[in-house]
Each structure stands twice: as C-alpha cells, then as structure tokens.
C-alpha cells in the first residue's frame, strides 16, 4: 500500500540529477501520475514490479525507488536510489546568470525589444536626414529618382516609365509605400525612415511567423536577435530599397496562410494571405507571389487536406488576389501612357534560366555569406537527437506540430525557386532566404547543448577576431599589401589610397577584436540566450562607427559615388524638362515657313535652326537685305582663321562679297555652324 502523502526526496537527491522535478527530462518521465493513481492502478504482482513505491512509472521496465529517509522501499541490490534512464543521460544545468535571466524577462515585452533594437542601429541615419547630410548609393538614387519622377509625372502605376535606360522599371509597391510616406514625413526623413520602417516590418513578420510556428516567445525573440546581428539584414535598415518590404509582404502572406490553412474557417487569414501575396508580388516580383501560393499548396498536400482549398474563403482570397491584379493590368492599359514599361518590366523574366546552364548557386551562396556566423550553428546542433526522433516528428507534424512543417516547406520552396531566379533579383531573394531562416535558427540556438552553445559561440568569436585583424591590417599600408598578395587581388594605386584614407576601418577592427576577447573570456557561452544578448550589443556598437565615421569619409572620395539628396533631385529636372524633347517636331515643322530660301541652303538652315540663337540666322537669309549681308559675312573669315588653316590659306581679295561665289558663303556658314553652340555655352 502507498501513502497519500506525497514522497519525501532523499539525502542522495541533488539539484543535477532532477530526481524530484523531471518534468522536462524526457517523455517516459511525464506520465508521472500521483500516488493515489497509481494505489488505485496497482493491483497486481506484476502491476507492482512496474510501479515504484513513490507512484512514478519505471522507464525501460527498470523500478523506480521512491526515497524515503530510513530507505525503507529502496532496492536493497543496489543499496540506494537507482536512477532512471533520462536521469543518466540528462546533463548537470548550470544556474542561469544575469544575462540569462535577463532574456526571459525581455520574451515578455516581444517585438518591442526588436523595436528598440533596430532604432537603436538606425538613429544615426535620422540625424544626418534631420541635417541634410544622408548619403545614397547609386543603388538608393535610383530608386529615389524613380520615386521623383512619378510624383511629378503621376506615373504611380508604372513607376520607371520613359526614364532613360540606367533607370530601369520598377515595381510598384515600393514607390506606393514612399506616397503614403510622403504625405506624412517630411522630405529630409522620407527616405532614411523609408528603409528603417521596411526592415521594422520584416522584424514583425519574422516574430510573428515564429509565434504561428508554435515555437514559444523565447524562440520568436531569438529569431528576430540573430536576424538584426546578421550582415545581409543589418544594412536593410540603412538602404532605401524595395527588399525590406518586399520579404516583410511575404513574411506576413506566410503568417496568414499559416494560420489559414490549419482552421476550419479563416475569413480574415486567407483573404489577406492572398491580398498580402498579390502585394509582395507587386513589391518584389514573381518570386515574392509564387512563393506564398506554391507553398500553401504544398502544405495541404503533405497534410491530405487539399479539399481545403476549395471552401469559400480560400476561393474568396483568390478572386482578391486576381482582382487586385487585374486592376493594376487594367490601369496600366487604360490610364497610363507607360509605352515599354511592361517589357522592360518582365525583360529579367526572359532571362530566367535553368541550374545547369548559369551559376544557380549564386543566391543561395550570397544568403550563405550573409547568414555567417549562425549559419555555422548546423555543426553545433545535436544531430543523433534530432535524427532519432526526426521520423516521429515528421509524422507529427501533419497535425500537432503543422507550422513547423509549414516554415520548413517554404524554406525548402525559397531554395528551390531561388535557382531559377535571374541575377538582377539575387539581393531580395538572399534577404527573403535570411528571414525565412531566421526562425528555425532562433529555434535551433535555444536548443543546443551546453557543448553546443560553446562551439557555436566560440565560432563567433573566431569570425569575429578575423574580421578585426582585416580590418586594422586596410589601415596600414605594408599590411594591406600584404593581404591584396595574399589573396591574389591586386590594388592599383588609386584603390591603395582610398582604403589608407578611410580611418574608420581600424576603429571598426578594434571594437571587433574586443568583442571577440570578451565572448570568449566574460561571456558564458552554455547559455545561448544571454550570450545571444552580448552578440546583439556587438551589432548595436559597431553600426555607430560604421554610420558616423565610415559613411562620411566616403563621401569625400568620388570613387564611392555617394550622393546627397540635393544632389540627386538636380538631375531630374532636366531630365524632365527634356523628356518633353518630342515636341521639337514643330520647331522643325516651323522653319520651312521661311521665305525665299534656295533649295541649296535648306540643310544650312535646318542646322541653324538647332543653335541658340536662331533669329540672326533668317535676317541674314532674306533676299530683301543685300547691304547687310556683307555686314554678316565680313567676321567670318576672322573666325575661319581661328577654327582651322584652310581658310587662311586663301587669298585676300577672296573675301569681297563681289568675287566670292555664291556657294562659298555657304561653305563659311557650315564650318561655323558648329562653333556657334560653344560659343554660346
């Protein structure tokens, strides 16, 4: 018989071996019932033999001895309290730290911290707006001279139409997001808060994607860590670009459908899922609308329930998607004068190609790069854990665990679609490649073993280290030719003076190397999510050099090609003003009016009707006005002397209207012609 107390733990009971609490040791130990459970249950010799005195199942068919202080029920055999099996291979915890305690307390505030985190690397850009110092990349001034011209032209459904060839169509959704900006912001933080708001939607969409997964707050706050602390993310908040909004229009198409397809009823998910689909599309291209589509199509099919898709939100959602995008059709056709802009805006559809016939590999090794170091946590995970239970949780996930299996279908459909995609798109496809890992990489860091968590931090450090020696060794010049020799990358003189000029990198390869001796010496690396806290300061620290010395020190070289905002909005006048350039047809159309000119002299007149100044040319050109002709003549010869040796090599009294034939005047008048332009210049 049992007692219904409940069992005393014994002497030999230690905080390591979790005797008492072994809630999360392994599955065997949940099914843990309470003594009058298992009084009730063990009615039977054998029932007994199963059951230790304490009232816990044995693991294995091994009895469990309950500890009481005299050991009365322990087995005599082995003298004491004979451990289970998840006892054994359950290592000693350490006690969590300060930094540790600290990340559970900030998985309750969630994507505030990611907030606070991204204006914390991206206020630099707001002041140097505010004072009218932000600087662009020839990147950024394109997409920013697109931006102008269709607010002045009204191109709003065909942004990039009849700009010059370096300014290529655009997709709309991008210049959509600047109006709605612009009629709120002023113009000198229009554009730096453009690109911190698009990389604050991906944030969201990444948290918000771990949270539908299923995978808890801790993992969704870690997602969204690792993804500022990234290299291919971190710059996306400096950058007025259309990726950042493009992923975060999938990233929340995802969420929906992810929460859509697994209820019964989802008038609000799948409706906006599709609308959400439809948008990306419209922001980032085909890749951003198959990828939704085609993996909510996949995962019904791995659950057996594609009938799913034929209820009548699901048919709803798709009459949105193709109703919204028949409405960009038909505006672009009924309402724009946008000649060529749907082939230049599909020419890199043309250009998709196979992944045996180019580099296919190119967007998945840029991603690879830019995910460095966390893509190095594959090594550090336990993988006979995770292919011992690999078959049970596949099966699982077909109901209990299906968002998980949902992120890994798109994940696996980005990789797939991403080797069709052409060269013009590799950087929005890395960087939805990046925030779709980014969950399954929060996941997995919380996971890792206390071995684990060491390697994969220590690997950190190591990147860390070698990225502070390059970049304390570019400011030296007997190391840096060191490295151009080492690496088979020659610099020319020009390129050698540039990167002595930048005193930025050093200070950037110092703050490295500390953060690398600190990681490895004050940081606690067996707890991943304190650890992951100082990598996130790391991140924070190094985007204010990087902001305030490095990308004004650019500025002054005119081999980066930065550019300010007054800058890039003079030439658009211009251009504006000389797109017009069609309309020089009645100009031309004009000049035949003028009267009694011989047929010779009609190429002479089309040229001068070209020059500035057009209104000597028809005075001297009238029948009417023969003493004033000489007048007209007389300076020629002058100015022949000037432009070239065969006019002075003619004779003096060659020069006299009188002994001048009548074709001569005309030969003057076309070598001059030419020279009027500069001279007006």
């Known amino acids: ?285 085909l890749f951003h609308l198959l990828l939704p589509l085609l993996a909510g199509a996949v995962f019904l099919l791995w659950r057996a329930t594609f009938r799913r898709a034929q209820a009548l939100d699901a048919l709803t959602g798709f009459v949105l998607l193709l109703l919204l995008l028949a409405l960009w059709l038909g505006g672009i056709i009924l309402w724009t004068n946008a000649e060529g802009y749907m082939q230049g805006l599909f020419a890199t559809v043309a250009q998709w190609h196979g992944p045996v016939t180019a580099r296919w590999w190119l967007p998945l090794a840029v991603a690879g790069l830019g995910l460095v170091p966390w893509i190095g946590m594959a090594v550090c995970v336990s993988w006979q854990r995770v292919l011992r239970s690999a078959w049970s949780d596949l099966k699982a996930s077909r109901a209990e665990r299906a968002g998980s299996a949902f992120v890994w279908i798109s994940v696996m459909l980005a990789c797939l679609l991403s080797l ?30 206390h071995l684990g968590s060491r390697l994969f931090y220590l690997i950190a450090a190591l990147c860390l280290l070698h990225a502070g020696m390059a970049l304390v060794a570019a400011g030296f010049g007997f190391s840096l030719d060191w490295m151009a020799r080492f690496f088979s990358w020659p610099l020319s003189p020009e390129q050698r003076e540039m990167i002595l000029s930048l005193r930025a990198l050093p200070v950037l390869g110092a703050l490295c190397l500390l953060a690398a001796v600190a990681m490895t010496r004050f940081i606690r690396r067996d707890h991943p999510g304190g650890a992951l806290l100082f990598c996130t300061l790391v991140a924070v620290i190094l985007t204010q050099p990087a902001a305030l010395m490095l990308a004004p020190e650019l500025a002054a070289l005119p081999e980066a090609h930065l550019s300010r905002l007054q800058d890039i909005r003079m030439p658009t006048t211009p251009e504006n003003a000389a797109t017009p350039a069609a309309p020089l047809a009645p100009q031309e159309e004009a000049t035949p009016s003028v009267p009694a000119a011989p047929e010779a002299t009609m190429p002479d007149q089309a040229r001068e009707t070209a020059a500035p100044k057009p209104a000597a040319q028809p005075e001297a050109d009238r029948p009417g006005t023969l003493p004033e002709t000489p007048q007209a003549v007389e300076p020629l010869p002058e100015t022949a002397r000037e432009a070239g040796p065969e006019q002075t090599t003619a004779p003096a009294p060659a020069a006299t209207p009188e002994a001048v034939p009548q074709p001569l005047p005309q030969s003057e008048e076309q070598e001059n012609a030419p020279a009027a332009p500069s001279s007006a210049n």
């Open 420 to 449: 069709f995609m052409p060269m013009a798109q590799i950087q929005s496809v890395a960087v939805c490649l990046a925030c779709l890992t980014a969950p399954l990489l929060g996941k997995a860091l919380l996971r890792l073993p």
């Open 1 to 285: 018989m049992t007692s219904d107390k409940a069992p005393t733990p014994s002497p030999d009971a230690s905080p390591e071996s979790r005797t008492d609490v072994m809630t999360d040791a392994a599955p065997e130990t949940a099914r843990a019932g309470k003594p009058d459970d298992t009084s009730a249950a063990a009615g039977t010799p054998e029932q007994a033999e199963q059951t230790g005195p304490g009232g816990q199942d044995a693991v294995a068919g091994q009895p469990e001895a309950a500890a009481t202080p005299n050991d009365a029920h322990a087995d005599k055999s082995n003298g004491g309290h004979v451990p289970s099996r998840a006892e054994k291979q359950a290592a000693p915890v350490p006690p969590a730290g300060r930094a540790e305690k600290f990340f559970q307390t900030l998985c309750c505030l969630g994507p505030l911290v990611l907030l606070a985190v991204l204006a914390a690397q991206a206020w630099p850009d707001f002041w140097q707006g505010w004072r009218g110092d932000a600087l662009y990349c020839p990147a950024e001034a394109r997409n920013i001279q697109i931006f102008l011209h269709a607010q002045q032209d009204g191109q709003w459904l065909a942004p990039g139409a009849g700009l010059t060839a370096g300014l290529a169509a655009q997709w709309p959704g991008f210049t959509w997001f600047l109006a709605s900006l612009a009629a709120l912001l002023p113009p000198a933080l229009l554009f730096p808060l453009s690109g911190a708001l698009a990389a604050a939607l991906a944030l969201l969409g990444v948290w918000g994607l771990s949270r539908a997964a299923g995978f808890g707050s801790k993992a969704a706050l870690a997602a969204g860590l690792i993804l500022l602390c990234m290299p291919i993310f971190a710059p996306l908040a400096h950058f007025t670009g259309p990726a950042a909004l493009a992923a975060a229009l999938l990233l929340f198409s995802l969420i929906c459908f992810c929460r859509g397809w697994q209820a019964q009823r989802a008038w609000f998910y799948l409706p906006a899922g599709f609308v959400l689909a439809g948008l990306a599309g419209l922001t980032g291209g």
